[in-house]
């Protein structure tokens, strides 16, 4: 029967007869569960001949890019991290059109992640943390999966350096992906992670996007997030996150009236993220959440609790 334990020895053997004793290997890192498993399997098979690259794309939960790559040198991992924050802001800048938004965000990955690619030298391999899931989904939408999974789609670099790929996920189930982390011991923190889209912040900023938005934004998710682990609600949901709405809304602070923007919490439950309902959390627990960030986020002046189902609404907003 099927084991972690077992998994992880014959992965590894077989990891170290496929690439042999010389080739290098590249892995694009995200923070997420996937990448940083198939990192610690290629870890254990070949050390430091795998090179992980992991970019800040300026995206990412609020002091995000620092813990996780530190996370990742901790485990002796050999990552390079590459903060490319403004050229994703230059891609993005005047863009409100979400597909156009995300388009533009895998294409600068892509350039910059080619670009950190090309400085290391004998790289035969591109690694990727595909999991069973996202070869069902990339066969059963009959084509790329470049529309659901742009960050992780590095598309025309295998061909373009002449890279072999090497997936060693891509028979496992999440849960199983999961199990394997635990065994390699994988903190915590990433194990347990919510699923984060590739896109980042990006498709939750409403309309363009500005670096003064995604501070706002991420300052308020962190206070959703850090609420939801203090309360130990944050096992109990598949997802959650904060959008900053485009509208903007009048509210009274002391004798002064405001005219702020508007953030909607999201949380849903799910299996899999292909259906989901909204998340029956606390009515105390959202009105302090509520509370939080109107007093701590200047800027902000509403919040609002998303209760729509997946279908017909969907997770993220755009
Ligand atoms: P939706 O919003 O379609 O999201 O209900 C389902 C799951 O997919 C994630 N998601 C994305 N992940 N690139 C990604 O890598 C994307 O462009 C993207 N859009 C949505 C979403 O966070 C949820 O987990």
Same mark, same amino acid.
């Given at each position: 029967?099927?084991?972690?334990?077992?998994?992880?020895?014959?992965?590894?053997?077989?990891?170290?007869?496929?690439?042999? $004793?010389?080739?290098?290997?590249?892995?694009?890192?995200?923070?997420?569960?996937?990448?940083?498993?198939? #990192?610690?399997?290629?870890?254990? #098979?070949?050390?430091?001949?795998?090179?992980?690259?992991?970019?800040?794309?300026?995206?990412?939960?609020?002091?995000?890019?620092?813990?996780?790559?530190?996370?990742?040198?901790?485990?002796?991992?050999?990552?390079?991290?590459?903060? &490319?924050?403004?050229?994703?802001?230059?891609?993005?800048?005047?863009?409100?059109?979400?597909?156009?938004?995300? $388009? #533009?965000?895998?294409?600068?990955?892509?350039?910059?992640?080619?670009?950190?690619?090309? $400085? *290391?030298?004998?790289?035969?391999?591109?690694?990727?943390?595909?999991?069973?899931?996202?070869?069902?989904?990339?066969?059963?939408?009959?084509?790329?999966?470049?529309?659901?999974?742009?960050?992780?789609?590095?598309?025309?670099?295998?061909?373009?350096?002449?890279?072999?790929?090497?997936?060693?996920?891509?028979?496992?189930?999440?849960?199983? *992906?999961?199990?394997?982390?635990?065994?390699?011991?994988?903190?915590?923190?990433?194990?347990?992670?919510?699923?984060?889209?590739?896109?980042?912040?990006?498709?939750?900023?409403?309309?363009?996007?500005?670096?003064?938005?995604?501070?706002?934004?991420?300052?308020?998710?962190?206070?959703?997030?850090?609420?939801?682990?203090?309360?130990?609600?944050?096992? $109990?949901?598949?997802?959650?996150?904060?959008?900053?709405?485009?509208?903007?809304?009048?509210?009274?602070?002391?004798?002064?009236?405001?005219?702020?923007?508007?953030?909607?919490?999201?949380?849903?439950?799910?299996?899999?993220?292909?259906? &989901?309902?909204? &998340?029956?959390?606390?009515?105390?627990?959202? #009105?302090?959440?509520?509370?939080?960030?109107?007093?701590?986020?200047?800027?902000?002046?509403? *919040?609002?609790?998303?209760?729509?189902?997946?279908?017909?609404?969907?997770?993220?907003?755009?």
């Amino acid at each position: 029967s099927w084991t972690p334990e077992h998994f992880v020895d014959s992965m590894v053997e077989t990891l170290q007869r496929t690439i042999g $004793k010389e080739d290098q290997v590249i892995l694009g890192l995200s923070g997420g569960v996937d990448s940083s498993v198939a #990192a610690l399997l290629l870890h254990k #098979a070949i050390g430091t001949r795998l090179h992980g690259i992991f970019v800040n794309n300026g995206l990412l939960r609020k002091d995000e890019y620092e813990q996780v790559l530190h996370s990742y040198q901790g485990l002796g991992l050999n990552v390079r991290g590459v903060d &490319a924050s403004q050229e994703f802001y230059d891609s993005l800048a005047g863009l409100t059109d979400p597909e156009l938004k995300r $388009k #533009a965000i895998g294409r600068t990955f892509i350039e910059v992640f080619d670009r950190e690619a090309q $400085k *290391v030298e004998g790289a035969r391999w591109l690694a990727q943390g595909t999991i069973y899931p996202d070869v069902i989904e990339s066969v059963s939408v009959k084509g790329p999966a470049v529309t659901i999974k742009s960050h992780h789609n590095v598309g025309g670099l295998p061909e373009k350096m002449n890279l072999r790929i090497v997936e060693p996920l891509r028979a496992l189930f999440k849960d199983e *992906v999961r199990e394997v982390g635990h065994t390699l011991e994988l903190p915590e923190h990433i194990l347990h992670r919510h699923p984060f889209p590739g896109p980042g912040l990006g498709i939750r900023i409403l309309g363009d996007i500005t670096p003064e938005k995604v501070d706002l934004l991420q300052r308020a998710d962190a206070i959703f997030i850090n609420g939801l682990k203090e309360h130990g609600l944050y096992e $109990k949901v598949w997802q959650a996150g904060v959008m900053l709405l485009p509208v903007q809304s009048v509210g009274v602070m002391g004798d002064e009236r405001t005219y702020e923007r508007v953030v909607a919490l999201r949380a849903v439950t799910s299996v899999d993220g292909m259906t &989901a309902d909204w &998340a029956h959390l606390p009515y105390e627990f959202l #009105a302090e959440i509520s509370n939080k960030i109107i007093n701590q986020v200047r800027g902000i002046n509403r *919040v609002v609790y998303d209760i729509s189902s997946k279908p017909p609404a969907t997770i993220e907003w755009e």
